[in-house]
């Protein structure tokens, strides 16, 4: 039976891998996770080593097969997933030569911004250059260097000696999925956020040559592109006889996580939405066409099921917003006391003593920029409307409500270029593991949010859907049966007037400060 059978699903996310076995039946038999922080600077830097990934993803599959020898031997494939618009350099052996450098590293903004300008420019771009990506790619690489664009162009000019050994840039997932079978290559799929490919036929497995021209790459850096729907190739032997692996255990093609979030959280139909609250945040769902918005940072992409496409956008930071307050105001060190270690529920106890609203403290969460609904990396996070009577409660809660009022901003505006509501909305990522967060963003949206089951394996479970669809062992239509929801929440009536009030003014503030953000913290500014 297919559902017998196990898939080693790998979700290679910003704050490090997890690593497990999932069942074809939605089943996570068990899983890993190790912590890989990113190191990042006030100059707009966001790396990770790449080996520190791999040595993590070895100890971890080495674990789980030594604990279920019976599931281990039941496995049919590995499926790769994780973060994308990061880029590795690699040697001809796919070997990392230099750091990741990650989808929240800006530091190529300005040689991006001096690239794909001109002497009249739109959203930044040579009108000519814009239509031709929009029209073909169905977005285009970002001004604010926070994407692989920009990212190998700072390889280039500011890291030539990491630029003279890499013989191709790799997004972390197909990294993975080279150390894995000592094939580098990639896929349509993989490679979405290097805008180098004719988005308007599916399943490519060439680059076009007048895209690659545009954005000045040099083809002989790029991996080969292989089809999305088969197996790249299968485990080295020594690796799987290490590891208690099936020999010839295939390797299916790597895929973003954008792409598994939609299938693990078992919202496959048209426009049927899911939205994650993880490390960055965002709102997806599948399309039946192509749609663009490069003023919003917002694109439909070839999709991980046959004929359909579906919403890329980003937030940039969620996740890590409640981590960053975590730190300071639960593991505040003042020096006196040493802080101890305290989890998502902690921060909830303590956020949960506010009234909804928090008082009228708002939070934006712009800590690292922002990149959808508007591009702009010089943005910052604040708090607003503080007064004497502010409580601690009242900070946490605008922290998670900020972040909430920032998804129902790129709910609205996803809305506004799909020409389509969104709703049913399905809640995955780590942050939808607070029942408060999730009450929170029901409230601040005003839709009810359906929680999925284990919501921060949703990824690892749709790889392993993907895995099953590339083998032919599932249908498409067997996938949202597969998939539980754990709990609904209700929007509160008596909240919607509140978080209506605060929504204008969060929004009004992003373009309010734009300018006061872009002399701190653009060329020139404190830290430009």
Known sequence: MSSDATVLAIDLGTGGPKT?????????????????EPRVGDDGTGVQDPNSWWDAVVQDIGQLTDGHPDAAARLVAVAVTGQWGSTVPVDRHGEAVGDCMLWMDTRGGPLAREHLGGRISVEGFAPRSLLTWVRRTGGAPSTEGNDPFGHRLWIQHQEPDVYRRTATFLEPIDYINAKLTGRVAASQASMLLWW??????????????????????????????????????TVLPVLAATLGLPADLPVVTALPDLHTAALGSGATGLYEPHLSISTSGWVGCHT????????????TIPSALPGKYVLANNHET???????????????????????????????????????????????????GERSPVADSNLRGSFHNLSLATTRAQLMRSVLEGVAHNSRWLLEASESVLKHRLDGIRAIGGGSESAVWCQIHADVLGRPIDRVAQP??????????????????????????????DQRFEPSPEARHTHDVLHAEFIRLAKREKKMFARLNGPGGLRG
């Open 20 to 36: 497990a076995i999932v069942s074809l039946s939605g089943e996570v038999i068990d899983s890993r996770h190790q912590r890989v």
């Open 196 to 233: 180098l490919c004719d988005n308007r036929k599916l399943d490519q497995t060439s680059y076009d040559s007048q895209l690659v021209e545009l954005a000045g790459t040099d083809p002989e850096r790029l991996p080969n592109l292989l089809p999305r729907g088969e197996p790249m190739g």
């Open 288 to 299: 039946p066409d192509k749609r663009t918005s490069v003023s919003k940072q917002m694109a």
């Open 318 to 368: 969620a996740g890590v917003c409640v981590e960053w307050a975590r730190n300071l105001l639960v593991l505040a060190d003042d020096g006196l006391t040493t802080p101890t270690a305290t989890s998502l529920a902690d921060f909830d106890a303590v956020a949960a003593g506010a009234p909804s609203g928090s008082g009228g403290v708002l939070f934006t969460p712009w800590l690292n």
């Open 456 to 485: 921060l394996l949703v990824n690892v479970r749709g790889a392993a859907f993907f895995a099953g669809l590339v083998l032919g062992l599932i249908d498409e239509g067997d996938i949202a049966e597969r998939v539980a929801i």
